[in-house]
């Protein structure tokens, strides 16, 4: 990403979205009713490339999806993780996330792990906890911070 990494909620956020053009999405659902859907159909829609990691499906949002991180990483570059699975399950994903050279892992909404975080960021990855990413991206667009030619 970039040295110094932003240390600011306010600069990490448009810089990952700016800098990340593939994102793997830990527990994204193939159910169109889901929110871990919704969000990512969004976020494809603005031009992100969106790689499902789900054990338990084999296809959303047209893509392949993967059972792990790991697996994913065999076949595509992923410059960011978004995580959709409970606070307790993100120190494994984190761990993944460094092993495979991510540049950032997001928590959506609800979901944090202070521990975890501080390691990622300590292996030099940016960290966004408890935010939204697709409410985060329409208000970054819609301040200007962010370009839709860019997306």
Excluded at 26 to 54: C, W
Aim: aromatic content about 4%; some cysteine.
């Amino acid at each position: 990403m970039q040295n110094p990494p932003p240390s600011s909620p306010a600069e990490r956020m448009p810089h990952i979205l700016r800098h990340s053009r593939t994102i793997a999405v830990v527990g994204l659902s193939a159910k169109p009713h889901r929110t871990s859907f919704g969000v990512s159909r969004y976020m494809q829609d603005q031009g992100y490339r969106i790689i499902p990691i789900n054990p338990n499906i084999t296809e959303a949002l047209g893509e392949k999806a993967y059972a792990t991180l790991s697996e994913a990483a065999q076949h595509e570059k992923i410059d960011l993780v978004n995580c959709f699975r409970n606070s307790e399950d993100i120190p494994p994903i984190v761990d993944e996330a460094i092993a495979i050279g991510a540049g950032a892992v997001w928590m959506q909404l609800g979901i944090s792990h202070p521990a975890a975080a501080k390691k990622a960021e300590a292996a030099g990855l940016l960290v966004v906890q408890d935010h939204c990413i697709k409410v985060d991206h329409r208000v970054l667009l819609s301040r200007g911070l962010l370009s839709t030619a860019a997306c």
